[in-house]
């Protein structure tokens, strides 16, 4: 997790995140403080469960969006880290060497695959923003967009051993959908989806099915529920088991049915980050996924 100091809403992501809002009037000062604290509340609610958590501190005004790490860079079984090219030239600052040295001296790492001098020919891949892995199917879940480049994607699914699974998404109004986090989650036994986001009915099919078959439970959400970052959840490990990580919106956006469902397979951890998600994402956003061997103590 990356805790910021000046949290704002990136004005260069706005064109194509319709997630994205104002500060409700609160200056500045206020925002960033909000960001912080809230950041601070998600780390302390996971760490209390027993997850590890890494919490780097970015003091730097330049990057308003580095709340959201796993844009930039994901981990692999089989100790491989893979960097990726970003849109927007400030998100691209927020690549940072040290985040990847801590990585290597505590996890097992033999690969450091970096995608992100593609940004020169103007092709990105922004990650598991862009991608919603599974790692039990080793299925990549993708809706098209500017910002999950076809060629990256098929090199990425080659070198780490995924399918890749390309849809068209969009919102209510018709908006391409602009990463597919923010559309879906997928666990060891649930998916959350938004399946009237997909307009394509015989892909819609052909994804639940893809789900349906290593066992999942698909929970469907609404337009309302995806506005509101349900699909923006993810999965951990905690001291008792799985946890389902998620806004403290999201989580009311749930219905009993549903939330009886998630809470058959997971303890479900929610936490208010509702400034952050003025910045067009949530929870998930916040965490970069450790899939590494730790190294034995020293």
Not at 16 to 41: I, K, L, W
Not at 64 to 85: A, C, E, K, L, Q
């Amino acid at each position: 997790m990356i805790r910021p100091h000046h949290f704002s809403v990136n004005p260069q992501t706005a064109a194509d995140n319709v997630f994205q809002s104002d500060s409700d009037g609160r200056g500045p000062v206020d925002v960033a403080a909000a960001a912080y604290a809230e950041c601070t509340a998600l780390a302390d609610a996971l760490t209390a469960r027993g997850v590890r958590v890494h919490l780097f501190e970015d003091e730097s005004a330049e990057r308003p969006d580095s709340v959201f790490p796993n844009n930039w860079f994901s981990t692999h079984r089989g100790g491989r880290i893979v960097t990726y090219p970003m849109c927007t030239p400030n998100r691209r600052l927020e690549r940072r060497p040290d985040i990847i040295e801590l990585l290597k001296a505590q996890y097992r790492v033999q690969d450091v695959i970096d995608y992100s001098g593609l940004e020169y020919d103007g092709l990105f891949l922004e990650g598991t923003g862009a991608m919603v892995l599974d790692h039990i199917g080793r299925i990549a879940y993708v809706a098209r967009s500017h910002r999950a480049d076809p060629v990256i994607l098929e090199r990425f699914c080659t070198h780490n051993g995924y399918e890749p699974m390309v849809f068209d998404a969009c919102d209510d109004d018709g908006t391409p959908i602009y990463h597919t986090n923010v559309l879906m989650c997928v666990g060891t036994e649930l998916a959350l989806i938004c399946l009237d986001a997909l307009p394509d009915a015989k892909r819609r099919d052909e994804v639940v099915e893809r789900l349906t078959e290593t066992g999942r439970t698909v929970l469907d959400l609404t337009h309302d529920q995806l506005r509101d970052f349900a699909g923006n959840a993810f999965e951990l490990t905690g001291r008792r088991g799985r946890l389902l990580a998620m806004s403290a919106r999201a989580h009311r956006s749930l219905t009993a049915s549903q939330l009886r469902v998630i809470e058959a397979s997971c303890e479900i951890v929610s936490v208010d980050v509702d400034t952050i998600e003025l910045a067009g994402g949530s929870v998930r956003c916040m965490l970069a996924g450790i899939h590494l061997d730790q190294r034995p103590p020293a």
